[in-house]
């Protein structure tokens, strides 16, 4: 299938980057257009992995109320549930949330496919590809990944969905093993620990894997929603048999928590797919008063690339 490219990306193939950036009327025009120079200029292609479950639902955006004992999210039938875990001496860690938690899990998820192993390591690989994705480890930054790595160490994760009228179950922890990092950043014991992930978290992944390009994810790691966006974008569209509306009422169920107007949502909403869309070239929808509409699109990472995984 031959990518239906955008206007954005066809402007940029014919015009250059140049003239693509002094067309952008905002801010955001202009961070799309950057966007889609760096994803068409990526040769290597490299992938990342996310588990098809964080395509239909996700992690909050925004930090929960310290004390939240749990937090739910659901999507028609689909529902993630995250507990959080228990702190010595009583009281609850943070429940993940975020684009840290985020690009965190996408790290841990794309190691354990790759190397086909629950054991991930934590230290020096994660600092390079989180380093890759323009987290820089260090001061702010190094204080916001410790306090997700824990959370996310520490945090229950059930994903609920219906089956033929009947329910089905996914239950555990995102990582097996507790992972707590000192406060210091310039302590080398802390990045040479691995975690290691939940078995049958790490058999779901390996069974429902989104391969996603990295060179895509490296610029969405300023928008939790972007992320979400892309994530869902590149699990529904290649599996379309047909043409889909997917309702302004659905779209705020899935990605608006945190805005209680649905013209509010749907004003930011446009935005970030506007992102979203600039890293995935091949994406074709459109845009309408009752919703997107969703069209069968080739999946973002090259199909040859999707085989290498096994």
């Known amino acids: ?37 760096a994803v068409m200029s990526d040769d290597v292609g490299t992938l990342g992995i996310s588990h098809a479950g964080f395509a ?3 992690l909050p955006h925004r930090k929960v109320p310290k004390g939240t004992t749990l937090w739910e999210r659901r999507n028609g039938p689909i529902t993630l549930l995250v507990e959080p875990g228990r702190l010595p001496g009583g009281g609850y860690a943070e429940i993940p ?35 890759r994705m323009g987290l820089t480890i260090g001061g702010k930054t190094y204080r916001m990944v410790n306090e997700q ?10 994903f609920l969905w219906k089956v033929r009228e009947a329910d089905a179950r996914l239950n555990g922890s995102f990582i097996d093993r507790s992972v707590l990092f000192g406060d210091d950043p310039d302590q080398p014991a802390i990045w040479n620990d691995e ?59 899935q990605f608006g928590q945190g805005y209680a107007r649905l013209r509010d949502f749907r004003a930011h909403f446009l935005e970030v797919l506007k992102l979203s869309l600039a890293v995935y070239p091949g994406a074709d929808l459109e845009v309408t008063k009752e919703g997107v509409i969703l069209r069968r699109s080739p999946p973002p990472v090259a199909a040859r690339e999707i085989h290498r995984l096994g």
């Open 149 to 158: 790595v824990q959370a996310l160490s520490a945090a229950r994760l059930t």
């Open 195 to 253: 975690v290691t992930l939940n078995e049958h978290f790490y058999q779901s992944l390996i069974d429902h894997s989104v391969p996603l390009l990295e060179s895509a994810l490296r610029q969405l790691t300023s928008s939790s929603m972007a992320i979400d966006v892309y994530i869902w974008l590149a699990y529904r569209l290649h599996a379309l048999r047909e043409s889909t509306l997917v309702p302004w009422p659905a779209l705020h169920d």
């Open 56 to 58: 239909m639902t996700s």
């Open 97 to 131: 949330a975020g684009a840290h938690a985020r690009m965190i899990l996408l790290y841990l998820q794309t190691m354990a496919v790759r190397t086909r192993s629950r054991r991930v390591e934590l230290g020096r690989s994660m600092n390079a590809w989180l380093s």
């Open 1 to 37: 299938m031959k990518p239906n490219l955008t206007s954005l990306h066809r402007d940029l193939l014919v015009n250059g980057a140049d003239i693509a950036r002094a067309n952008a009327d905002t801010k955001a025009d202009r961070k799309a257009v950057d966007a889609a120079v």
